[in-house]
């Protein structure tokens, strides 16, 4: 009689109605692919692989899930990868966190449906590692993150370059006219010269290391840079580590807890990290009904200081970050902060790991908690008439000097609106101005992009403006800076109070205060929330599917139907 173990290629059989016939058809095809039956009786071991010609954060992915492969070969099991989305910011329209959940509900899918006893995530580019612990938190299989890791900064006249700050800050230069078009052109084949994800603490690195905090990477995994034999190596450790995991399985369930989740606040206020992380976070907690409370994240920040010395608010690269002692390194000037109790996907607790100090920390670039670059973390949540749900401003990235003003509001109505009349000479603008952008966030067709690094109007970067407050219900990228309030929730396209801002209104903003407040009387936004219309649905496809399904920023921007159900 055939072997009913639910494990390897009899798990998740298919629904002929005979059990049996089910997983003989199975190795039946197996064996045409050149498996020999020995091996089709191993346990197996899913390998989610997003290579992409489209994506160069991925470029080392091939050669990852060969390492994979090898890791789990020797460790006496069946590796079998599948292809999933992969998504790369600067290639998708129109923007990739539009996809993010089309991703996580992918990976789910491949997860649930195929036969693996556990699986390896490969994933890089920002959004995909947080579709893929959003899958795994809700699949609930027991799996091994594994990112491609940052790419080298490169060495060019005199000074160190990779994208993407360095890409800003030479085009915030350009738009200024203090660079040339001939230059710009040059600078362009400088900022990315080896594969990996951006060489700053932006998105995917900062998801990296709250990937590792919350205990889903081989521990001192998440800087390795992607062309360093190191990563190699991890990756096959990685895939024995999953193998490890067949026979005393640690899952998601197990690492993606209050205390996990609050780890990874802390860690991403200390990093200085992405304010993108911080949406990614709440919508991986949510999978596992875990709160992401915004004023909580506030008592979090004004005990934790900024420890890490990287662009965009410092002066390093991944590269030193790494070399540096990493995330190890990092947790350890944490350890009073940190709930010790969390565990990583090995099975050991953070007290274990952090038992003896790391043997080597670079100050430069991971600084004590008695010298820090910041006694306060890198992100603060503001409330008020204008963000009744909250607002997010990295502080770490800011310019103090606009922390405490009122100011007239110059409303761009959309990211059409917005490039038509940010650089026209006739704008009427001024440096005290606040800069507002609304119908960009997650419902909204824009999808939510990180077009919240508005640029300063022409007229006034070629003045020598260079920071001024933006406002928006849209993101930043990780790698960005300035005085950027984001996230601003509910958006403009649910009928927040920032669908109803207009040039002329004032804000008054209060980093002190945690406050972001129109300063309307309520006569005039009633009439104007009587006129106010809910723009119309897209007609069909997924874009339909996020406008009616879609939460806001502090629900994680995940949708509703992908949310656990109540218990």
């Not at 067709?445 to 007229?459: H, N, W």
Request: net charge negative.
């Amino acid at each position: 009689m055939p072997n009913h173990s639910e494990r390897g290629l009899s798990r998740q059989t298919a629904g002929y109605g005979d059990r049996d016939f089910s997983l003989y058809l199975r190795r039946s095809f197996a064996r045409s692919m050149g498996y020999s039956k020995a091996i089709l009786d191993r346990p197996v071991i899913g390998i989610v692989d997003t290579a992409s010609g489209y994506n160069n954060c991925h470029r080392t992915v091939p050669d990852l899930v060969e390492a994979v492969k090898r890791g789990v070969l020797a460790a006496g099991g069946l590796p079998l990868s599948f292809p999933t989305i992969s998504l790369s910011e600067p290639s998708l329209y129109p923007t990739s966190m539009h996809y993010r959940n089309l991703a996580a509900l992918d990976t789910e899918a491949m997860l649930s449906a195929q036969p693996m006893d556990a699986a390896v995530l490969i994933g890089g580019c920002d959004k995909t590692v947080p579709a893929q612990l959003m899958a795994a938190a809700s699949a609930d299989l027991p799996v091994i993150g594994l990112v491609t890791g940052p790419m080298l900064a490169t060495s060019f006249e005199g000074e160190r370059l990779a994208a993407c700050t360095d890409c800003r800050r030479y085009w915030a230069a350009y738009r200024a006219g203090r660079v040339s078009k001939e230059r710009i052109a040059e600078i362009e084949g400088r900022l990315a010269t080896t594969a990996g994800t951006c060489g700053v603490m932006g998105t995917a690195s900062t998801m990296a290391c709250l990937t590792e905090t919350l205990g889903f990477l081989p521990p001192g995994t998440a800087s390795i840079p992607a062309v360093h034999a190191e990563r190699l190596a991890a990756a096959e450790a990685a895939g024995a580590l999953a193998m490890q995991l067949v026979d005393a399985p640690v899952r998601p369930s197990d690492l993606i807890t209050p205390h996990s989740v609050e780890n990874a606040l802390i860690v991403l206020l200390a990093l200085g990290g992405s304010t993108n992380a911080l949406i990614h976070l709440t919508a991986i907690a949510g999978r596992r009904s875990i709160p992401v409370d915004l004023h909580h994240l506030n008592e979090l920040s004004h005990q934790t200081p900024v420890l890490v010395d990287l662009k965009p608010t410092g002066d390093g690269y991944m590269e030193d970050f790494h070399a540096a002692g990493g995330l190890p390194a990092l947790l350890y000037e944490l350890r009073d902060l940190l709930h010790l109790d969390a565990i990583d996907v090995t099975g050991t607790s953070l007290a274990d790991r952090l038992a003896e100090p790391p043997p080597f920390v670079d100050r430069r670039f991971i600084r004590s908690p008695a010298n820090p670059i910041s006694p306060l973390g890198g992100l603060v949540a503001l409330f008020g008439t204008l963000a009744p749900r909250g607002a997010i401003l990295k502080r770490s990235a800011a310019t103090p000097a606009l922390f405490e003003r009122e100011a007239r509001a110059v409303v761009f109505d959309g990211l059409e609106d917005l490039a038509r009349r940010i650089d026209d000479p006739s704008l009427e603008v001024t440096p005290d101005d606040f800069l507002v952008l609304k119908n960009a966030g997650p419902r909204s067709v824009a999808g939510m992009p990180e077009a919240g690094y508005l640029p300063i109007p022409q007229k006034l970067a070629r003045a020598g403006v260079k920071d001024m407050v933006r406002i928006s219900d849209c993101r930043m990228s990780g790698t960005a800076f300035g005085t950027i309030v984001l996230h601003t929730t509910p958006e403009a396209a649910a009928g927040g109070p920032l669908a109803l801002v207009e040039t002329g209104d004032r804000i008054r903003l209060s980093v002190a205060e945690r406050r972001l407040d129109l300063l309307l009387d309520e006569t005039t936004l009633g009439r104007r929330r009587a006129l106010w219309r809910a723009p119309p649905l897209p007609p069909r496809g997924w874009d339909r599917l996020v406008a009616e399904q879609v939460l806001q920023a502090d629900a994680g921007c995940d949708l509703g139907f992908l949310k656990p159900a109540p218990a």
